[in-house]
Protein backbone atom coordinates (compact mmCIF):
# COMPACT_ATOMS: atom_id res chain seq x y z
CA UNK A 1 0.00 0.00 0.00
CA UNK A 2 1.21 3.68 -1.09
CA UNK A 3 1.75 5.50 2.32
CA UNK A 4 4.17 8.36 3.17
CA UNK A 5 7.39 5.95 3.62
CA UNK A 6 7.10 4.32 -0.10
CA UNK A 7 6.66 7.95 -1.02
CA UNK A 8 9.86 8.93 -0.04
CA UNK A 9 11.49 6.34 -1.00
CA UNK A 10 10.55 6.92 -4.31
CA UNK A 11 11.67 10.48 -3.95
CA UNK A 12 15.12 8.71 -3.54
CA UNK A 13 16.50 12.16 -1.83
CA UNK A 14 19.28 11.89 0.66
CA UNK A 15 19.04 14.80 2.46
CA UNK A 16 20.29 14.64 5.99
CA UNK A 17 24.03 15.36 5.22
CA UNK A 18 22.72 18.16 3.55
CA UNK A 19 20.08 18.99 6.40
CA UNK A 20 22.76 19.21 8.59
CA UNK A 21 25.09 21.52 6.45
CA UNK A 22 22.35 23.69 5.86
CA UNK A 23 21.62 24.29 10.03
CA UNK A 24 25.64 24.40 10.35
CA UNK A 25 25.62 27.55 7.65
CA UNK A 26 22.70 28.98 9.37
CA UNK A 27 24.74 29.20 12.96
CA UNK A 28 27.39 30.28 11.29
CA UNK A 29 25.33 33.36 9.52
CA UNK A 30 23.57 34.15 12.74
CA UNK A 31 27.02 34.45 14.59
CA UNK A 32 28.30 36.79 11.70
CA UNK A 33 26.26 39.73 13.85
CA UNK A 34 23.17 41.76 12.45
CA UNK A 35 22.84 43.82 9.18
CA UNK A 36 23.26 48.28 9.97
CA UNK A 37 20.63 50.24 9.24
CA UNK A 38 20.55 53.67 7.69
CA UNK A 39 18.96 55.79 10.16
CA UNK A 40 16.54 55.26 13.08
CA UNK A 41 14.88 51.83 13.48
CA UNK A 42 11.64 51.10 12.05
CA UNK A 43 8.92 50.99 14.96
CA UNK A 44 6.61 48.36 13.67
CA UNK A 45 9.96 46.62 13.31
CA UNK A 46 11.97 46.37 16.36
CA UNK A 47 14.17 43.51 15.07
CA UNK A 48 14.58 45.18 11.91
CA UNK A 49 18.67 44.82 11.99
CA UNK A 50 18.55 40.87 13.03
CA UNK A 51 15.47 40.40 10.33
CA UNK A 52 17.07 41.99 7.25
CA UNK A 53 20.27 39.91 8.29
CA UNK A 54 18.60 36.66 8.26
CA UNK A 55 16.61 37.59 5.26
CA UNK A 56 20.01 38.27 3.32
CA UNK A 57 21.06 35.18 4.48
CA UNK A 58 17.42 33.55 3.16
CA UNK A 59 17.87 35.27 -0.17
CA UNK A 60 21.91 34.28 -0.79
CA UNK A 61 20.31 30.20 -0.10
CA UNK A 62 17.19 30.84 -2.22
CA UNK A 63 19.53 31.95 -5.36
CA UNK A 64 22.16 29.59 -4.63
CA UNK A 65 20.44 26.44 -3.94
CA UNK A 66 16.70 26.67 -3.18
CA UNK A 67 15.78 28.46 -6.35
CA UNK A 68 18.15 26.48 -9.00
CA UNK A 69 16.67 23.30 -7.84
CA UNK A 70 12.85 24.16 -7.45
CA UNK A 71 13.56 25.60 -11.40
CA UNK A 72 15.05 21.93 -11.90
CA UNK A 73 12.34 20.31 -10.55
CA UNK A 74 9.36 22.46 -12.60
CA UNK A 75 11.74 21.16 -15.64
CA UNK A 76 11.88 17.63 -15.02
CA UNK A 77 7.97 17.24 -13.62
CA UNK A 78 5.24 16.92 -15.30
CA UNK A 79 2.23 19.24 -15.22
CA UNK A 80 -0.01 16.40 -14.48
CA UNK A 81 2.41 14.98 -11.35
CA UNK A 82 2.93 18.32 -10.57
CA UNK A 83 -0.32 19.03 -9.58
CA UNK A 84 -0.51 16.20 -8.22
CA UNK A 85 2.19 16.40 -6.05
CA UNK A 86 0.75 20.03 -4.88
CA UNK A 87 -2.47 18.24 -4.12
CA UNK A 88 -0.49 15.69 -2.12
CA UNK A 89 0.77 17.96 1.13
CA UNK A 90 -2.33 20.24 0.56
CA UNK A 91 -4.07 17.17 1.84
CA UNK A 92 -1.66 16.42 4.39
CA UNK A 93 -1.68 20.11 5.47
CA UNK A 94 -5.86 19.95 6.21
CA UNK A 95 -4.83 17.43 8.83
CA UNK A 96 -2.98 20.68 10.56
CA UNK A 97 -6.16 22.67 9.59
CA UNK A 98 -8.61 20.11 11.33
CA UNK A 99 -6.89 20.13 14.32
CA UNK A 100 -6.65 23.76 14.72
CA UNK A 101 -10.07 24.89 13.20
CA UNK A 102 -11.46 22.44 16.31
CA UNK A 103 -9.13 24.62 18.67
CA UNK A 104 -10.58 27.96 17.62
CA UNK A 105 -14.35 26.45 17.85
CA UNK A 106 -14.98 26.40 14.29
CA UNK A 107 -17.05 23.08 13.97
CA UNK A 108 -18.43 23.91 10.92
CA UNK A 109 -15.00 24.71 9.14
CA UNK A 110 -13.64 21.57 11.22
CA UNK A 111 -16.48 19.37 9.84
CA UNK A 112 -15.59 20.60 5.96
CA UNK A 113 -11.93 19.52 6.49
CA UNK A 114 -12.60 16.09 8.21
CA UNK A 115 -14.51 15.40 4.50
CA UNK A 116 -12.19 16.49 2.36
CA UNK A 117 -9.11 14.62 4.13
CA UNK A 118 -11.57 11.60 3.78
CA UNK A 119 -13.10 12.25 -0.04
CA UNK A 120 -9.08 13.34 -0.75
CA UNK A 121 -7.44 10.18 0.48
CA UNK A 122 -9.70 8.19 -0.32
CA UNK A 123 -11.76 8.87 -3.84
CA UNK A 124 -8.66 11.10 -4.80
CA UNK A 125 -5.51 8.74 -4.23
CA UNK A 126 -4.05 9.89 -0.80
CA UNK A 127 -4.82 13.86 -2.21
CA UNK A 128 -3.07 13.32 -5.32
CA UNK A 129 -6.40 14.37 -6.72
CA UNK A 130 -8.45 17.10 -5.39
CA UNK A 131 -11.71 15.99 -5.45
CA UNK A 132 -13.43 17.54 -2.58
CA UNK A 133 -13.11 21.44 -4.00
CA UNK A 134 -14.93 20.16 -6.89
CA UNK A 135 -17.32 18.84 -4.31
CA UNK A 136 -17.98 22.22 -2.92
CA UNK A 137 -15.71 21.33 -0.07
CA UNK A 138 -13.56 24.45 0.45
CA UNK A 139 -9.81 24.60 1.30
CA UNK A 140 -9.29 26.52 4.65
CA UNK A 141 -5.98 27.43 5.96
CA UNK A 142 -5.37 27.31 10.02
CA UNK A 143 -2.66 26.99 12.27
CA UNK A 144 -1.48 26.92 15.28
CA UNK A 145 -0.53 30.98 15.15
CA UNK A 146 -4.06 31.33 14.21
CA UNK A 147 -5.44 29.57 17.39
CA UNK A 148 -3.25 31.07 19.43
CA UNK A 149 -4.43 34.80 17.72
CA UNK A 150 -8.02 33.49 18.29
CA UNK A 151 -7.50 33.37 22.41
CA UNK A 152 -6.07 36.37 21.98
CA UNK A 153 -2.30 35.59 21.90
CA UNK A 154 -0.41 38.79 20.85
CA UNK A 155 1.46 38.50 17.56
CA UNK A 156 4.81 40.11 18.99
CA UNK A 157 7.14 41.90 16.23
CA UNK A 158 8.19 40.88 13.18
CA UNK A 159 10.49 37.82 12.80
CA UNK A 160 12.51 36.15 9.77
CA UNK A 161 12.51 32.70 10.80
CA UNK A 162 15.85 30.62 9.20
CA UNK A 163 14.76 28.75 5.84
CA UNK A 164 11.35 29.13 6.48
CA UNK A 165 11.26 33.22 5.81
CA UNK A 166 8.54 36.05 7.33
CA UNK A 167 6.68 35.37 10.68
CA UNK A 168 5.76 37.23 13.89
CA UNK A 169 7.39 35.67 16.93
CA UNK A 170 3.87 33.75 17.94
CA UNK A 171 3.73 32.07 14.83
CA UNK A 172 7.57 31.59 14.49
CA UNK A 173 6.90 29.79 18.25
CA UNK A 174 3.82 27.70 16.98
CA UNK A 175 5.41 26.24 14.06
CA UNK A 176 6.79 23.41 15.85
CA UNK A 177 3.65 22.86 17.69
CA UNK A 178 1.88 22.18 13.97
CA UNK A 179 4.75 19.96 13.40
CA UNK A 180 4.74 17.91 16.48
CA UNK A 181 1.58 17.47 17.14
CA UNK A 182 -0.18 17.45 13.93
CA UNK A 183 1.26 17.11 10.81
CA UNK A 184 1.60 13.90 9.80
CA UNK A 185 5.04 14.01 7.54
CA UNK A 186 6.63 14.34 11.15
CA UNK A 187 5.03 11.23 12.40
CA UNK A 188 7.26 8.98 10.95
CA UNK A 189 9.73 7.22 13.66
CA UNK A 190 12.57 7.92 10.48
CA UNK A 191 14.01 11.17 10.52
CA UNK A 192 15.55 10.32 7.00
CA UNK A 193 11.97 9.84 5.70
CA UNK A 194 10.61 13.26 7.54
CA UNK A 195 13.53 15.00 5.91
CA UNK A 196 13.19 13.59 2.50
CA UNK A 197 9.34 14.74 2.25
CA UNK A 198 10.39 18.21 3.93
CA UNK A 199 12.32 18.27 0.81
CA UNK A 200 10.05 17.41 -1.84
CA UNK A 201 7.24 19.53 0.38
CA UNK A 202 9.28 23.30 0.20
CA UNK A 203 10.58 22.76 -3.49
CA UNK A 204 7.30 21.81 -4.91
CA UNK A 205 6.25 25.68 -2.80
CA UNK A 206 9.08 27.03 -3.97
CA UNK A 207 8.68 25.74 -7.47
CA UNK A 208 5.12 27.43 -7.73
CA UNK A 209 6.39 30.44 -6.45
CA UNK A 210 9.05 31.38 -9.05
CA UNK A 211 6.96 33.60 -11.10
CA UNK A 212 5.65 35.38 -8.25
CA UNK A 213 9.05 35.78 -6.79
CA UNK A 214 10.72 36.97 -10.28
CA UNK A 215 7.94 39.78 -10.58
CA UNK A 216 8.46 41.38 -6.88
CA UNK A 217 12.44 40.95 -7.56
CA UNK A 218 12.21 42.98 -10.61
CA UNK A 219 9.39 45.66 -9.62
CA UNK A 220 9.99 45.89 -5.59
CA UNK A 221 12.64 48.93 -5.27
CA UNK A 222 12.46 46.95 -1.18
CA UNK A 223 11.69 43.43 -1.12
CA UNK A 224 12.47 42.92 2.44
CA UNK A 225 10.29 45.48 3.27
CA UNK A 226 7.15 44.63 0.46
CA UNK A 227 7.58 41.48 1.64
CA UNK A 228 7.22 42.01 5.10
CA UNK A 229 4.18 44.12 4.87
CA UNK A 230 2.34 42.22 2.69
CA UNK A 231 2.88 38.41 5.05
CA UNK A 232 1.54 40.77 7.45
CA UNK A 233 -1.61 42.31 5.94
CA UNK A 234 -2.10 38.17 4.82
CA UNK A 235 -1.61 36.92 8.38
CA UNK A 236 -4.42 39.90 9.68
CA UNK A 237 -6.44 38.51 6.54
CA UNK A 238 -6.49 35.26 7.45
CA UNK A 239 -6.62 35.29 11.39
CA UNK A 240 -9.76 37.45 11.41
CA UNK A 241 -11.48 34.99 8.55
CA UNK A 242 -11.54 37.57 5.56
CA UNK A 243 -12.47 40.33 7.81
CA UNK A 244 -9.30 42.30 9.19
CA UNK A 245 -9.91 45.32 11.27
CA UNK A 246 -8.83 48.68 9.12
CA UNK A 247 -7.67 46.98 6.26
CA UNK A 248 -6.68 48.31 3.28
CA UNK A 249 -6.67 45.64 0.90
CA UNK A 250 -8.37 42.39 0.56
CA UNK A 251 -6.00 39.06 0.01
CA UNK A 252 -8.29 38.96 -3.80
CA UNK A 253 -6.55 42.32 -3.93
CA UNK A 254 -3.22 41.99 -2.34
CA UNK A 255 -2.27 38.71 -4.53
CA UNK A 256 -3.94 38.65 -7.71
CA UNK A 257 -4.54 42.24 -8.43
CA UNK A 258 -2.94 42.90 -11.65
CA UNK A 259 -1.98 46.49 -11.13
CA UNK A 260 -0.60 45.24 -7.76
CA UNK A 261 3.10 46.12 -8.60
CA UNK A 262 2.68 49.13 -10.44
CA UNK A 263 3.14 51.90 -7.67
CA UNK A 264 6.01 50.06 -6.78
CA UNK A 265 7.73 50.01 -10.53
CA UNK A 266 7.05 53.86 -10.68
CA UNK A 267 8.63 54.17 -7.24
CA UNK A 268 11.56 52.38 -8.52
CA UNK A 269 11.59 54.44 -11.52
CA UNK A 270 11.61 58.17 -9.36
CA UNK A 271 14.31 56.78 -7.16
CA UNK A 272 16.39 56.30 -10.20
Known sequence: MFDLRSFACICGLNVFNIFTSLLII??????????????????????????????????????????????????????????????????????????????????????????????????????????????????????????????????????????????????????????????????DKELKVTLSLLVVRYTDKRADLITATDIIDETAPDKYAYIRDAFLQRREYLIHDGNPPDTGMSEDELFKDENLFEDDLDLEKDLK
Not at 73 to 78: A, E, R
Open 26 to 187: CSIALGSGCATLDGPPNPDDPLESYNRAMFSFNETMDRAIVKPVAKGYNWIMPDFLNTGVTNFFSNVDDVVVFFNSLLQLKFREAVSTSARIVWNTTIGLLGFIDVATHMDLPKYNEDFGQTLAFWGVDSGPYFVLPFLGPSTVRDGLSVPVDWVLFDPVFQ
